[in-house]
Structures are given as C-alpha cells and as structure tokens.
C-alpha cells in the first residue's frame, strides 16, 4: 500500500518531515494547493517525530506531475489506523413504522430520540427510523420505499442478498424465541432444530427479510 503525501490531513507525519525539508515542503503544498483548498490539519506539527526519508519517493510521472510517496507497507499500515466503523444495518421496507416496531419488540430496542412514533395521533409519515440499544448505539434503521419484492429463498429466484443472524443461549430460548417472532408477524421459513450442533431457525420478518435464530 502507499501513503500519498497529499493526503496530509490523514497522515501527521508528513507536515512534520515537510517541516524539516523547505524545498521539497514548497513543491508538496504548490501541489496541494493546486488540487484543492488546504486544511487547518495541512499546518505542520512539529511536535510529530519527523520519519527518515530514506523511504520516500520524489518523481515525476508521465504529464511532468511529481508523486510522492511512502513506499514502506508496514508503517503505511500504522499510519492508516482508523477504519470505517459500522454505524448501523437499513433494512428497505413499505412500512417502515411496522418493521421498525417489530424489531424494536423481538430485541428489546428503542427508538432513536425523536423517531418514536407521533404521541398527538398525529399521522406517522415517517420514511427513515433508527433503533437504538439502551446505551443509545445504533443497531437499526428502516427505510421506506415504494415496492419490495420479498424473497422467495430457499429457491433463488429472488435472492435474499442479506440477512441478520441472532444467537440465544439454549434450546429452550430458541423455541421461546421463534413463538415471540410469530407472535409478532414473522414467517418461518426453515426449521433446523434436529441438528445438535447448530439448531437453528430461519424466519422472514414483516417486510419479507429473512433472519436467522440459533443457539451459541
């Protein structure tokens, strides 16, 4: 992997070497400033430890453009330390009050503060809902939309593409569980009980998506 220099809001070092080496730090912010505004976190810091630059690169390519990079995998690899973080599952559904009540009863959720549903009979039009868990992280949201071809898994003809897995801790649970679901709209679609090392349930909620329940 290489570390463009350009993107200097990412990578802390870079303004901290560019510090240290004025020529090369002019080139690199001519090209910054050329290919879009700066940012405050383009400043140098120099409280960064500046890396060698025995691992740098500094050449032109075709069009006369210099490309500047770190060429070395391994500190790449620290350097990129954040990741994009799940914030939370959508689900598409043509009623998404339904869905998100369904689910916020099987799991024992909660709305998002100001997704609850309207106290005043007013009419609920709401077309994106957000289930929270009782710390408040999003685990959730439904998505209204005008048509939704549900499933017809087993059989491919239309795929399910996703589906969402929950686990209980016995047997037990897991009959409790799938009565709980119908109870509340869901459709079983495959009972694999009979199997001691992963019983399990497959079921189809309101809106036709399937999940699983099993034991783990």
């Given at each position: 992997?290489?570390?463009?220099?350009?993107?200097?809001?990412?990578h802390a070092f870079t303004a901290a070497w560019l510090e240290t080496n004025?020529?090369?730090?002019?080139?690199?912010?001519?090209?910054?400033?050329?290919?879009?505004?700066?940012?405050?976190?383009?400043?140098?810091?120099?409280?960064?430890?500046?890396?060698?630059?025995?691992?740098?690169?500094?050449?032109?390519?075709?069009?006369?453009?210099?490309?500047?990079?770190?060429?070395?995998?391994?500190?790449?690899?620290?350097?990129?330390?954040?990741?994009?973080?799940?914030?939370?599952?959508?689900?598409?559904?043509?009623?998404?009050?339904?869905?998100?009540?369904?689910?916020?009863?099987?799991?024992?959720?909660?709305?998002?503060?100001?997704?609850?549903?309207?106290?005043?009979?007013?009419?609920?039009?709401?077309?994106?809902?957000?289930?929270?868990?009782?710390?408040?992280?999003?685990?959730?949201?439904?998505q209204q939309v005008e048509r939704l071809e549900r499933t017809t898994w087993?059989?491919?003809?239309?795929?399910?593409?996703?589906?969402?897995?929950?686990?209980?801790?016995?047997?037990?649970?897991?009959?409790?569980?799938?009565?709980?679901?119908?109870?509340?709209?869901?459709?079983?679609?495959?009972?694999?009980?009979?199997?001691?090392?992963?019983?399990?349930?497959?079921?189809?909620?309101?809106?036709?998506?399937?999940?699983?329940?099993?034991?783990?």
């Open positions: 992997m290489i570390a463009e220099v350009r993107d200097a809001e990412t004025e020529p090369f730090r002019r080139d690199i912010l001519a090209l910054l400033e050329k290919e879009g505004p700066l940012l405050s976190r383009d400043i140098p810091d120099t409280s960064v430890e500046p890396w060698p630059s025995t691992g740098w690169t500094n050449n032109r390519n075709e069009s006369g453009e210099r490309r500047c990079a770190w060429k070395d995998e391994s500190r790449s690899e620290e350097i990129m330390a954040e990741y994009p973080q799940l914030l939370h599952t959508a689900l598409d559904t043509t009623d998404a009050r339904a869905l998100a009540e369904f689910y916020r009863q099987l799991l024992g959720l909660q709305y998002r503060q100001g997704d609850e549903p309207p106290a005043d009979g007013a009419e609920d039009d709401a077309d994106w809902l957000v289930l929270v868990d009782p710390n408040g992280a999003r685990k959730l949201a439904f087993p059989t491919h003809d239309v795929p399910m593409q996703m589906h969402l897995d929950f686990t209980v801790s016995t047997i037990n649970q897991l009959k409790r569980q799938r009565e709980r679901a119908e109870s509340l709209g869901a459709q079983l679609l495959l009972d694999r009980t009979g199997d001691s090392d992963e019983p399990l349930y497959v079921l189809a909620d309101p809106s036709g998506h399937p999940f699983c329940i099993f034991v783990a």
